[in-house]
């Protein structure tokens, strides 16, 4: 596996791409505050290079996170779309309850629960679920997917399917690393339970974002998620930039590229180029 190259801003990429599929959490911002080199980045690229599109695990819509977006401060004109996993599953159980109303069984906070609104759903127990949709912990700053334990048992039980409207396993909310979605959907499927993921790293929301990209045919993946965006990169047939420290970055000393071709292949994946942060 040939050593990724050491980058200390987009600018040293740019010529070779016409379109950027960038990460959001952990590399335009950081759950709290937005970075504001990296805005800066994004703008400069869309400026003299090409469209750029924001791919999130987010468990809500684009709207949601455009609407998140004018709170923590990022400037529009740095992004032309955003594709959210969220935006997929609600896809997902808009086809479900098309032939009626669907028993949902819900996990995750109220503030994601918009992702269902105006579909024919009803929620229900587990008993009595047809579905269960998981966005994430109901309070992922203080619990741990050990605590869901009882309720997974339970669903694995009635044999009950989960989609997984975040595939990530854990995310930094300022500094502190908070778990998600995907940490409960693997810890179903170790009791044989069927999980269902929308988002990274799979690959059909790769061909939203890269439909979004208006046709463009040299495209840069920029992420910091080595199982979710660098392998959704790969899988894609993408180049992708690593941004060192983004949720990694506790992992990433000494930073060389001899230590990132290790942390890369404990993973199976490669990155094209390294950055500490997203900037020009």
Sequence with gaps: MPAPRLISGLSELAPDYDA???DIWGVVHDGRAHHPEAAAALKRFREGHGPVVLLTNAPRTAESVAEQFRAFGVPRDCYDAIITSGGAARADLAARAAGGTLALYYIGPERDMAVFDGLDIRLAGIEEAQVALCTGLVDD????????????????AKSLPMICANPDLKVHRGK???????????DYEALGGAAIYYGKPRLPVYDIARAATKGAKRVLA????????IRGANAAGLDALFIADGIHGEEIEPYTPEHLVQLFAGEGVWAHAAARALSW
């Design 20 to 22: 950027l599929i960038c």
């Design 141 to 156: 700053l203080t619990e741990t997917p050990a605590q869901y334990s009882d309720i997974l048992a339970r669903m694995r």
């Design 222 to 229: 920029i992420g910091d998620g080595l199982v979710t965006d």
């Design 176 to 186: 502190q690393l908070c778990w998600c979605a995907g940490a409960l959907a693997r």
